[in-house]
């Protein structure tokens, strides 16, 4: 059982919709992070949200952390082809990070 | 750029060989994770160092062993490589802040052939 639990675990969407992607956990985290991986290359951290209940945004990108911090969404608007990869949360977890499995998006043109 | 910096960025060996990657962390980070990254899966941490020290361990193979040095870079060493072993390797380091944040570098390919 994962630490992290994302969904869905794949999604293909068509360039200008909107789309929502979810981290769950049974566990209270004091942070969570999310990054965005593209193929052969390392994971990108796109944003920190660490208050419970707080929204940040990223240009199209909207991330939301639950109130109880046990749960993140990322949420992107009029998603293009370049929002294509691997989204991966992640959080600190004692000594280490834990890492949810990822939602792979390709949006197509 | 993240700062963390690894070297090479390609590797293919045969079997049973064994290799050595190397990373530096971000300036002022102590803390370097190694991941593994298999294709189409997902991160998997093998082990932490902190400022020279070990500090965690994941699912890291007895054939693996990491070291950090005293300038901070760390080694990730694989021997008696199997084909098993082809994937990405990733390391990251985290900063002294009260929000602790991962930032990796561009990580190893690996192909053991």
């Known amino acids: 059982t994962q630490l992290l639990e994302q969904s869905p675990q794949f999604l293909s969407i068509q360039e200008g919709e909107n789309l929502t992607v979810y981290c769950n956990s049974s566990?209270?985290?004091?942070?969570l992070q999310w990054y965005r991986q593209e193929p052969g290359e390392g994971p990108v951290l796109l944003v920190t949200?660490?208050?419970?209940?707080e929204v940040k945004k990223l240009k199209r990108l909207t991330f939301q952390f639950g109130d109880a911090r046990k749960d993140s969404s990322l949420h992107i608007t009029a998603a293009q082809t370049g929002d294509t990869g691997l989204y991966l949360c992640?959080?600190?977890?004692?000594?280490?990070?834990?890492f949810g499995p990822g939602t792979r998006l390709s949006v197509l043109p | 750029d993240s700062g963390v910096t690894q070297t090479p960025k390609h590797l293919i060996t045969a079997t049973g060989q064994r290799v050595t990657l190397r990373c530096s962390p971000r300036?002022?980070?102590?803390?370097v994770y190694w991941y593994q990254q298999s294709l189409d899966q997902g991160l998997q941490f093998l082990i932490q160092y902190y400022n020279g020290e070990e500090r965690a361990k994941g699912n890291i193979l007895e054939r693996f062993s990491a070291q950090q040095f005293p300038d901070l870079h760390s080694e990730l060493n694989l021997s008696s490589l199997e084909l098993g072993d082809s994937a990405l390797y990733f390391c990251?380091?985290?900063?002294?802040?009260?929000?602790?944040?991962?930032?990796f570098g561009p990580g190893t390919r690996l192909t053991v052939l």
């Open positions: 992640a959080g600190p977890y004692g000594q280490n990070f834990v």
């Open positions: 949200v660490v208050t419970g209940g």
């Open positions: 566990s209270v985290f004091s942070s």
């Open positions: 300036s002022g980070d102590l803390s």
């Open positions: 990251a380091s985290t900063g002294e802040g009260s929000v602790r944040e991962q930032f």
